[in-house]
């Protein structure tokens, strides 16, 4: 947790800027940021009364796809992850404002000069850059600063609990002593088969194993449901998209591709390079240049010889690869016209004069687009068809006494769960929102169908509860299979350790015993080997050998048990990297303990209604 609040707060404008509004305007439209900056109804959770909306939601599930770190095919099963990060986080800015972090606005001015996102080529802020980008993300600048306020108290936090604890020298130097001994030792795996009988399973031990365990075998309230779901994309899977359509959505996204530029610029009056030149010489200049390019003169020669632009004149003029929001109004204007390799007319700029050249656009080929442009085509082809859909499943599931009807009428498949709890099951079953709907009191107790439970902005579910079950503690005969094998598992397991005890008093007693060692050389902690983790941390408990005489010991792993025989310990070479590496994880472990020890005091006093 200590981890993902300090990367969460590492690049405060590519966050907020990229990687929030701009996956939001993708995903919903411009109309979501009314959702996103204002009030919006549609509520997923509350905490201590505040509302965390399905857009908010919705925003954080689409970044981690994006992000590569969840396959888009997991995304059903993300959002509950995603609602609960959500929660946390809220918690953390409620605690922080209520013990009165404070981000002055002097603070926030300086964060946002020094913010690379809104700095020129020479590392200086650059305020037209910094309106347009945020112009371009959908933020205005009193939004983005309370934003970025929030992240500022979140970095508070952290650092004031990450400091309040720490370690003496001498625990360092003792901590590192411990990390780099090394202990070599033999090993021998005891089984099951190694047991003179199998134990045995009474009745007695059942009645006994299953009294003391009986929440294991507690079933708890289960509903049987029925439910359909209206699918855009499985309406969009049927759509048919021509070859003309595809080629031409991918001809019409040039004109917003990414695109790599070089120019030319001349400039004109006291502006750096201008040589006190007027601005009709300037032009005069670039009009001779257009005469060049028009007889066949390259674009990048003509750059380096005529361009005052000196940090790319020697690059032939290259800009390298631009999006919108970078440069002004008239400089994106006549760049974003351009098809590749085509050359704009003057452009004028504060900087001066500019001649554009589109070198390149960055976008994958017509064959490698097809299966996305289809996608896209195929859902907006299904859009009104999609809508008009959901407007029928709402009339048609209030007013409908089952769901078969209503699942008729829209040409939909009526699908049955198995026993699910108010934990949810898999799939559907498991978004937030759709159990609270089985188990509220019009549903389970009324036996009407569900409200529209809007999943996303492409799947609507309606359910209806077929049966009902009490939770109940399962009866022993109806669970016998299972009480017996985790008897069976315990007392092997007791019995093993038994015979482990055993051998374990007879070698230290200088016992020669028929035992095929397996060797374990100079082990360290870190392990880095196929060695079971229990085993390792078992031999590292055991005390130091006197002289030549081995100590005994044993350790139980899995449904094995192991003995034991610590031959050697060697203190091993210093490693400052590693001892380093330790320490460090050593101070993060007990932050991270502060951190989750807060968390989990807010969340117990926290009212959370999901």
């Known amino acids: 947790m200590l981890q993902s609040i300090r990367d969460r707060s590492k690049s405060w404008g590519a966050k907020i800027i990229i990687g929030a509004v701009v996956v939001t305007m993708a995903l919903f439209g411009v109309e979501s940021l009314v959702g996103l900056l204002g009030n919006n109804p549609d509520t997923v959770a509350e905490v201590n009364g505040e509302a965390i909306t399905r857009q908010q939601l919705e925003m954080e599930v689409q970044r981690a796809i994006r992000s590569g770190q969840v396959p888009p095919d997991q995304e059903r099963a993300l959002r509950a992850e995603m609602l609960d990060m959500l929660i946390t986080n809220r918690l953390l800015t ?50 983005f600063r309370q934003q970025l306020s929030v992240d ?8 004031g609990l990450a400091v309040s604890d720490f370690t003496l020298d001498e625990e360092q130097e003792r901590l590192a002593t411990l990390q780099r001994q090394r202990r070599s030792f033999r090993y021998h795996a005891l089984v099951a088969s190694d047991l003179s009988s199998p134990p045995e399973v009474g009745q007695e031990a059942l009645e006994a194993y299953y009294d003391a365990h009986q929440a294991d075998y507690r079933r708890p309230e289960q509903v049987r449901l029925n439910y359909v779901v209206l699918d855009r994309q499985q309406m969009a899977e049927q759509a048919e998209i021509s070859e003309e359509a595809l080629r031409e959505a991918w001809e019409t996204g040039a004109a917003e591709a990414d695109r790599r530029v070089s120019h030319i610029m001349v400039t004109y009056g006291d502006s750096q390079g201008g040589d006190g030149r007027s601005r009709e010489e300037a032009e005069a200049i670039l009009e001779q240049v257009q005469e060049r390019l028009d007889e066949g003169e390259a674009f990048a020669k003509l750059a380096g010889e005529v361009s005052d632009d000196t940090s790319t004149s020697d690059d032939g003029g290259d800009l390298g690869v631009i999006s919108r929001g970078f440069f002004g109004e008239a400089f994106e204007t006549a760049a974003f016209s351009l098809g590749e390799g085509e050359v704009s007319g003057i452009v004028e700029t504060d900087n001066g004069l500019h001649l554009i050249k589109v070198t390149e656009l960055d976008r994958p080929a017509f064959e490698e687009s097809r299966d996305q442009l289809r996608r896209e085509l195929a859902r907006e082809r299904v859009t009104d068809a999609f809508n008009e859909k959901a407007q029928q499943l709402i009339d048609d599931s209030f007013a409908a006494e089952d769901l078969a009807s209503v699942a008729e009428d829209l040409d939909l498949e009526l699908q049955q769960s198995d026993w699910v709890g108010r934990g949810g099951g898999d799939g559907v079953l498991s978004e937030p929102g759709v159990m609270e709907q089985a188990f509220s009191d019009d549903v389970l107790e009324e036996g009407y169908n569900s409200e529209v439970i809007e999943l996303d902005e492409d799947r609507r579910l309606v359910l209806r509860v077929a049966e009902h079950r009490e939770a109940t503690t399962l009866p022993l005969e109806e669970v016998r299979d299972e009480v017996e094998a985790a008897v069976r598992r315990e007392k092997t397991r007791e019995a093993l350790v038994e015979l482990a005890a055993e051998r374990v008093e007879r070698l230290r007693a200088g016992e020669s015993l028929e035992i095929d060692w397996q060797q374990a050389e100079a082990i360290s902690r870190q392990g880095g080997t196929n060695l079971p983790e229990a085993l390792i941390q078992s031999a590292f408990r055991l005390p130091h050998p006197e002289g030549d005489s081995p100590v005994y010991g044993h350790a139980a792993v899995g449904d094995r048990v192991m003995l034991i025989a610590l031959d050697n310990v060697q203190a091993g070479e210093p490693n400052e990297q590693i001892e380093a590496f330790v320490a460090n994880m050593a101070e993060r472990l007990r932050a991270q303990a502060a951190i989750q020890g807060l968390i989990d005091h807010l969340r117990d006093q926290a009212e959370i209604r999901r």
């Open 94 to 143: 409620q605690y922080a404002e209520e013990g009165g972090l404070h981000v002055s606005e002097a603070q926030l001015d300086q964060l946002i000069v020094n913010l690379p996102e809104f700095q020129d080529a020479n590392g200086r802020f650059d305020r037209d850059l910094f309106r347009n980008r945020l112009a371009s993300a959908g933020f205005t600048p009193l939004t």
């Open 152 to 159: 500022v108290k979140h970095q508070q936090l952290q650092q």
